[in-house]
């Protein structure tokens, strides 16, 4: 079983910055893209933003140049740096990790998900 789990989350102003944290833990071989995605009330699931198991990123058009990603393979943990929030980016966020097993076999898991507010 593999576990993946979220913190960071909150209410900030506009204008703000939230870090967000995932740590993936379990049967764990290794690790392929991680990512954060996020759902408003209302709306599908978004990806905000991926990182591949060599750093190489991805991220939605809405949080170019506000927000950045990073990982730490060794503990296989993902971050999410959002600065300069907007009341737009108000959301659920969601972790999710590409995990493959000791039989080589591939799984996504995605975390609880972490509520982020931005409201003045």
């Known amino acids: 079983q593999v576990q993946v789990v979220e913190s960071g989350g909150g209410s900030v102003q506009p204008g703000g910055s939230l870090r967000l944290s995932c740590a993936a833990s379990g049967s764990i071989f290794s690790i392929n893209d991680m990512g954060w995605y996020r759902q408003a009330p209302g709306k599908e699931r978004d990806m905000v933003a991926v990182?591949?198991?060599?750093?190489?990123?991805n991220y939605a058009d809405s949080v170019k140049g506000r927000f950045t990603i990073s990982r730490d393979n060794a503990k296989n943990t993902v971050y999410l740096q959002m600065n300069s929030l907007k009341p737009e980016d108000t959301a659920v966020y969601y972790c999710?990790?590409?995990?493959?097993?000791?039989?080589?076999?591939?799984?996504?898991?995605w975390g609880q998900g972490t509520q982020v507010t931005v409201s003045s």
């Open positions: 990182i591949t198991s060599d750093g190489s990123t």
């Open positions: 999710a990790a590409d995990v493959r097993n000791r039989w080589f076999r591939n799984f996504r898991y």
